[in-house]
């Protein structure tokens, strides 16, 4: 199960994972983490406790992700079932995963290690467009974050060279997130999420920002649903260590 990590032993870990390395067959082969798919619940469920184990932790919690603006402030009471209609959760806790399940939509982890508060969102066309990100952070200065401190990581995700849009819809999302209107390779309109977070994270401050540049479109090592329609979900994870 590959995955991308920050340098060991510092407060705070992200992953992200690929789709390899797992149980699941084919079209969710091999690790697909997204229990509401269509894949078999017993390989799903064997594939978290890898996860879990890889990581090195006990406890994740995972959303029902619907494309909302919601913020849920979530602890270990919500560990076990999926926070309902939520599209980003924080935390302080220490040791308690936050789990974003992904598959073209862009997964963003946050944290302010000064104030130890952590969060993971699920950014998507309509919850970026609608203040998902912006709604997460402003969750996070209630807990004692500032701009200054908060460390954003954006994950592989559709990138504005392959995501094509209807030139309406791409004006629309132009308007509540402006920089994300993009060309694709084709030509076309397109949307590109991850440019238009970054613009609207830096317009509340926040300037410690890192995005993987990689594609899921285009790169087979992810899931993607544009490009396959029935797949699985990669996951973007983020931990306090004690």
């Known amino acids: 199960m590959p995955v991308n990590e920050e340098a060991p032993k510092r407060p705070v870990r992200m992953v992200f994972t690929t789709r390899a390395g797992g149980v699941s067959s084919s079209p969710y082969d091999s690790f697909n983490l997204g229990d ?16 879990a184990r890889v990581l090195g932790l006990n406890e994740i919690v995972w959303m029902e992700q619907l494309h909302t603006n919601t913020v849920t402030r979530v602890d270990r009471s919500h560990v076990g079932t999926p926070v309902a209609a939520t599209d980003a959760i924080v935390t302080t806790e220490k040791r308690l995963g936050l789990g974003v399940l992904v598959a073209d939509c862009t ?4 944290s302010d290690i000064s104030a130890g508060v952590i ?9 970026a467009r609608n203040g998902i990100i912006r709604n997460t952070v402003t969750t996070m200065f209630e807990l004692g974050a500032s701009p200054s401190n908060i460390q954003v990581l954006l994950g592989p995700a559709a990138s504005g ?19 994300a209107k993009a060309r694709t390779k084709k030509g076309t309109w397109g949307i590109d999420v991850r440019k238009g977070l970054v613009r609207q994270l ?3 401050g926040i300037t410690n920002i890192e995005a993987d540049p ?13 490009r396959e329609g029935t797949t699985g979900r990669q996951a973007g994870v983020i931990w306090l260590e004690a």
């Open 107 to 110: 997964p963003v982890l946050l």
């Open 119 to 127: 969060a993971a969102a699920h950014a998507g066309r309509l919850g």
């Open 202 to 204: 830096m317009g509340m």
């Open 214 to 226: 990689r594609c899921t479109i285009e790169d087979s090592d992810f899931f993607s649903y544009r």
């Open 36 to 51: 509401h798919v269509g894949d078999d619940p017993a390989n799903v469920a064997q594939n978290r406790v890898r996860l």
């Open 161 to 179: 060279l392959n995501y094509e849009v209807p030139e309406a819809m791409a004006n629309d999302v132009e308007k509540h997130l402006p920089g």
